[in-house]
């Protein structure tokens, strides 16, 4: 007799339909799970001030999500979501723990539940510079099962651990991305983007710095920044210092539609991410096999997960984000072989469709 599936309880820090990369992966782990049989539940945080936005996305989805209500004191959220735990934990096999409080929940719970449990390493959770914070998710790690990391990066964050560690890179589901006809024209030549909130982890900080420079080989170039504008003033302030501001647009945060004619219209995504000073750090770069999807070669950082996301001299090419003149050589590169580089990337984004990604999970369940 085949052995039925087992049943996955998924405890979350995010969820959509608020963004959030955690959020987006725990989604379509969910998802593609639930699509070859699985039994899913996710317990997961209302962020929306009503829940509305909430309740009418999980009416969509074809299988349960335990919202954890709204509440001005945060503390009351982090308990009700352990009851939650507890209480799902006793008809579960498997549990999966993605996001900090997540960790630490889940491993928790492992003390009263002798349960198979699986912990999702992004990068920044595992990358605290304080030293209970990180001592704290340490010895909640060492209780999981396995440990997958989105990266080789993240891998090595979490490897002094002994555990045994999984690298499962990030999905997309490329049908998603597919090119339609553009409606944006978007200034510059070349036409450069960055899709992701406006922050020092994210790089534009960086990208900016550099357009003295490309501005001398690139007289018409244009960098584009799409996303929620968290840090936009502080950065358009530097880019006055550097007289640069004209060569730059902050779009904001934009719908998918908007999102995918503005990547159709753009040369080459870039994403220099950075180290903050807190251990925010770049645990893939989601963002970059998107643009991928639709043609679109990467210009990304090393010394991050980026460097999973990009296979260097195909669908993009990976530079030391401090270095204008690797930046500028990139640049040219690519624009000297476009359809090499437009086709390589899309055999790359291929590649992570989560069709072919959700069946290394499988193989840990």
Known sequence: MKASKPNILIVTSEFPPQPGGIGNHAYNLALHLSNIGYKIRIIADQRSQTGSEELDFDATLPFYVERITLHKFRFL????R??????????????????????????FSRLFFKRKIIAVAHGTEVNF?????RGSINASLKRFNVIVAVSNYTKSLVSHLNKAIVVIPNGI??????NSKSEI????????TTVGRVSSRKGQLNVIKHLPELIKKFPEIHYHCIGIPTEAEAFMTTAKSLKVESYITFHGSVDDSKLKQSLEATDIFVMLSSETNTGDVEGFGIAILEANAM???????????????INSNHSGILIDAN????????????????????NEAKTWANAHDWKYIIKRYEELL
């Open 77 to 80: 959220m982090y308990i009700k």
């Open 323 to 342: 270095n204008a003149n690797e930046f500028a050589e990139a640049v040219q590169q690519i624009i000297e072989n476009k359809s090499k580089f437009n």
């Open 82 to 107: 352990i009851v939650k735990t507890f209480k799902y934990m006793k008809s579960t096999t498997h549990c999966i723990a993605t996001g900090k409080f997540s960790l630490w929940n889940v491993a």
């Open 185 to 192: 024209t978007l200034k510059g030549q070349p036409v450069l």
């Open 295 to 309: 043609g679109i070669p990467a210009i990304g950082a090393k010394g991050c997960g980026i460097e999973d996301a």
């Open 173 to 178: 589901t490329t049908s998603e991305w597919e």
């Open 129 to 133: 510079k304080s030293t209970l914070l």
